[in-house]
């Protein structure tokens, strides 16, 4: 008898120790802006993820599952998300962090994953300093000095005078900090520089001083979605078109997914950026086919959508190569080596010594394609760009 129950509990213990290893699951914690004044930017990051999930959710080993555990950050607020962090990385435990529309919050939350050892990847947060903070944070967004260092360098080459209006954030002043050393180190003079509330939406009084300067070219900022609208708005209120300014600026300004919205004030904009939707290569195409497939017909991704797409891909890619047993120590040298050849926006990698993305940068002008507003690559400014400022400034 004794050996009967010995032989029942030890076949119990092994189909339970089967059962975990069929059915074993990784929890991926996604902070992201679902509520307040600025939920257009997370509800971008939503479309990506949600879309990831449908076309490649199944493309696990065998046995292995994930679970989004998701929460809303409300807007940029650093407390808040560091809390909701603290929350997921403790009570739910979650194997990764990642989304993050917001610079302020994704800084409050990098020691916290190099605390833990829990990799955190960036879907957008553009702070450039980040990576610096924690050997567990990788980015698969941009940095503005990938984009505004050379869109400066190509304005000083056209343009004698130039006049910046950013966010009050951190990303505005790294944008406004990185035009203006590309520009002035191609000749150009800066006439004068303002930085806008990051709540504002009423744009005119700032674009009245830009009119009053008289500058060659504007070179602006601010977060996308509908301040890039309420922006451009003000810019054509004022006639700055018809005055003779040229308006310019990282791909922020004529996101994507608002262009439709802004009018044709927008013509003939020139952005630098590394990703748009009306890109002719076959991975965009597609990717863009199934958001218009998954979301209407007259709708268009934006930049930030595949950002969230591309961070779901790193981390499936991850929990492939580790056949769902996952090491953060291995994942964060995976990372390191990480390359996709085929994201809608071209090629991407991680640089292994900075744990950011380098990418390719486009110069692009908003032109009529079919009746409808795009932002049309031009050409490639810079092919698989580092981030220009950690180049600048080595960590120590």
């Known amino acids: 008898m004794l050996t009967r129950i010995i032989a029942c509990v030890a076949s119990m213990i092994f189909a339970a120790s089967a059962g975990v290893a069929v059915a074993q699951t990784v929890k991926i914690g996604l902070i992201s802006t679902y509520s307040g004044p600025t939920a ?26 994930v679970e989004l555990v998701v929460r809303d950050d409300a ?18 435990k979650v194997q990764f962090l990642t989304g993050l529309v917001w610079t302020p919050n994704a800084a409050s939350i990098a ?27 990788a980015r698969v967004s ?36 990185a035009f203006i050393k590309g520009f002035k180190e191609s000749g150009g003079v800066i006439v004068d520089s303002v930085r806008v509330p990051l709540a504002a939406t009423d744009f005119s009084a700032y674009m009245q001083r830009v009119k009053d300067a008289k500058p060659d070219v504007l070179f602006g ?11 451009m708005k003000g810019f054509a209120d004022l006639d700055l078109g018809k005055a003779g300014v040229k308006y310019i600026g990282p791909g922020d300004i004529t996101t994507d997914e608002e262009l439709q919205g802004m009018g044709d004030v927008a013509l003939g904009v020139m952005t630098v950026h590394h990703y748009s939707a009306a890109a002719d290569r076959p991975a965009n195409k597609a990717f863009v086919a199934a958001y218009k497939k998954e979301y209407g ?34 994942t964060m040298q995976y990372i390191k080596s990480y390359k996709n050849a085929n994201s809608p926006r071209g090629p991407i990698a991680i640089d292994p010594e900075t744990r950011d993305i380098m990418q390719n940068e486009y110069l692009r002008e908003v032109r009529k394609v079919g009746g409808q507003l795009a932002n049309v690559e031009i050409e490639v400014v810079g092919k698989m760009v580092k981030d220009p400022w950690k180049q600048l400034n080595p960590k120590k």
Not at 300 to 322: E, H, K, T, W
């Open 40 to 65: 257009a930017q997370g509800d971008q990051l939503d479309k990506g993820v949600k879309l990831f999930m449908k076309l490649n959710g199944s493309k696990l080993p065998p046995g292995v599952k």
């Open 221 to 231: 900022f601010n977060p996308a979605g509908k301040q890039a609208t309420a922006q």
């Open 142 to 177: 941009f940095t503005l000095w990938q984009s505004s260092y050379p869109l400066g360098q190509w304005a000083g080459k056209k343009y004698k005078r130039a006049y910046t209006m950013v966010s009050d954030f951190a990303p505005g002043h790294e944008a406004e900090e």
């Open 111 to 137: 020691p916290l994953a190099a605390e833990a050892k829990v990799p955190f990847i960036s879907m957008n947060a553009a702070g450039v300093g980040i990576p610096y903070t924690s050997d567990y944070f």
């Open 297 to 330: 017909a007259n709708l268009n991704p934006g930049f930030m959508s595949v950002g969230a797409y591309d961070a779901m891909q790193l981390i499936f890619d991850a929990i492939n190569a580790q056949k769902g047993k996952m090491d953060p120590q291995a």
């Open 75 to 92: 807007g940029a607020n650093p407390d808040n998300a560091k809390r909701i962090a603290q929350e997921l990385i403790v009570r739910d």
